[in-house]
């Protein structure tokens, strides 16, 4: 199956997806004519193929015609590397497979650095970001070293139902902006979940007032973050507070410091998006 193929297969890719020869050309930068003489037998230049190969979102190999990856067996062997690995060392392989991710979306092939490689390069204090947005999704990921993370996001199919349906921004951003709220949301998340307490505890370390210690509480049982158990003693009911922490808070700061701290160190970004995030 020689080279000649690759024309062919744009021509039923395009055709299959409804898409315009001028579409493609623009997206790639040549003439329609271009493309057209592609279809018609004609080879593009060699480094055009992975612009190509991105606008169809296909391998390189599937321009040629050669169907080379078995994805159910590439998720096979995925999911058995992570389980293969052992437990204390399982998020930081499936950190480097995000990693790999990442730089897929770029449209190259992930072959160089780990990013363990990556961190031994930076101060500790230093942080690097990287990012993809386009009208598909988008992602963001803190490489190193400050804190990893990564978050992608396809686009949803209804953004308004996505984000905006039945929930109350506005009390929660009001809720949190009360300092002795989140210092005492933070403070509960420092320690070990494990450990029941009861309003003392936020009035005696917090030197909080008994009615913003009952405030405070309330407020954090309406995000579900603790809940309260009545215990008989000595002929009276003590409420008993277990605070249960939700990675959603954790996520939020990370989030909420990209807004507040423009992240401006990025090893990767690539942004293409035309269309409004939410619709």
């Known amino acids: 199956m020689g080279i000649e193929i690759i024309g062919k297969t744009i021509a039923s890719m395009r055709k299959e997806k409804g898409i315009r020869q001028e579409e493609l050309a623009n997206y790639v930068g040549v003439s329609t004519q271009a493309v057209s003489k592609w279809e018609n037998g004609g080879v593009p230049d060699i480094a055009l193929l992975p612009e190509i190969a991105d606008f169809f979102s296909v391998s390189v190999d599937s321009l040629f015609g050669r169907d080379i990856t078995d994805y159910s067996g590439l998720q096979t062997a995925f999911c058995k590397k992570i389980i293969e690995t052992e437990p204390e060392q399982r998020f930081k392989a499936a950190f480097e497979y995000c990693w790999d991710i990442e ?3 770029f449209g190259n092939f992930p072959e160089d650095g780990s990013v363990e490689e990556y961190e031994k390069k930076l101060d500790r204090k230093e942080q690097r970001y990287s990012s993809v947005i386009s009208d598909h999704g988008f992602t963001r990921m803190g490489i190193a070293n400050r804190l990893q993370y990564f978050l992608l996001v396809p686009e949803p199919h209804d953004a308004d139902a996505a984000f905006f349906e039945d929930v109350d921004y506005q009390m929660f951003f009001k809720d949190f902006s009360d300092k002795d709220v989140f210092d005492a949301c933070v403070f509960l998340y420092r320690r070990e979940s494990d450990k029941a307490f009861t309003q003392n505890l936020l009035i005696n370390n917090l030197m909080l007032e008994p009615a913003k210690a009952a405030h405070i509480l309330n407020v954090l049982e309406k995000y579900n973050l603790l809940y309260k158990t009545g215990i008989e003693m000595d002929d009276e009911t003590m409420t ?17 410091r990209e807004m507040i701290k423009t992240p401006n160190s990025f090893s990767g970004y690539m942004a293409g998006r035309n269309k409004p995030y939410f619709n």
């Open 240 to 256: 008993v507070y277990n605070f249960k922490p939700s990675p959603s808070f954790v996520a939020f700061l990370i989030f909420a």
């Open 103 to 105: 730089r897929a979306l």
